[in-house]
T-cell receptor
Framework: ETGVTQTPRHLVMGMTNKKSLKCEQH?????MYWYKQSAKKPLELMFV???????ENNSVPSRFSPECPNSSHLFLHLHTLQPEDSALYLC???????????FGSGTQLSVL | AQSVTQLGSHVSVSEGALVLLRCNYS??????LFWYVQYPNQGLQLLLK??????LVKGINGFEAEFKKSETSFHLTKPSAHMSDAAEYFC??????????????FGQGTILTVHP
């Protein structure tokens, strides 16, 4: 157990649905991250929050909308996704920005 | 721009054999280098990292890696593979300066299979 919890573990949604991914860290960290892991591709950084301020938005389509209400919680709101968005979405946190990331187990998303 | 290349998307070894996973990076400034491991159905876990100082870095589970500046490499090794080492391994790089300070770039990953 790394102290970073992601829910749900699996999600199947249609292209017109709206859903949210949740990440919670119990480590007292100040930075949180969303990564996308697709088959046969490197991890893609999506968003980074440091002290609840977004510090990185890596050219992610607007159908993905992050929210960081406090330093312990991070959400990824999803709407009108495409089948190519199917992937494993990983949340991570760190005490110091970019140093020693702790990852959650991910949400496996399938878009039909 | 920084980049990292892992040579070989799949590596297969016998239990007890040497494990060697290759990682090369490109950089115009001194890099910070990392190896992460991902076990099935889990997130990534930090194995080891190099920032400054000794170029041979020891990590968890008996793994180590050596930073070779002349070869721009950071290969991961373990003298004797265990069945429990079967996982996907990711090399990552970040840099201590410039506009991309600290930003991690991951390689494509290498799946390690260990045979009995």
């Amino acid at each position: 157990e790394t102290g970073v919890t992601q829910t749900p573990r699996h999600l199947v949604m249609g292209m017109t649905n709206k859903k949210s991914l949740k990440c919670e860290q119990h480590l007292g960290h100040n930075a949180m991250y969303w990564y996308k892991q697709s088959a046969k591709k490197p991890l893609e950084l999506m968003f980074v929050y440091s002290l609840e301020e977004r510090v990185e938005n890596n050219s992610v389509p607007s159908r993905f909308s992050p929210e960081c209400p406090n330093s312990s919680h991070l959400f990824l709101h999803l709407h009108t996704l495409q089948p190519e968005d199917s992937a494993l979405y990983l949340c991570a946190s760190s005490q110091v920005l970019w140093e020693k990331l702790f990852f959650g187990s991910g949400t496996q998303l399938s878009v039909l | 721009a920084q980049s990292v290349t892992q040579l070989g998307s799949h590596v297969s070894v016998s239990e007890g054999a040497l494990v060697l996973l290759r990682c090369n990076y490109s950089s115009s400034v001194p890099p910070y280098l990392f190896w992460y491991v991902q076990y099935p159905n889990q997130g990534l876990q930090l194995l080891l990292k190099y920032t400054t100082g000794a170029t041979l870095v020891k990590g968890i589970n008996g793994f180590e890696a050596e930073f070779k500046k002349s070869e721009t490499s950071f290969h991961l090794t373990k003298p004797s593979a265990h069945m429990s080492d079967a996982a996907e391994y990711f090399c990552a790089v970040s840099f201590a300066g410039g506009t991309s300070y600290g930003k991690l770039t991951f390689g494509q990953g290498t799946i390690l299979t260990v045979h009995p």
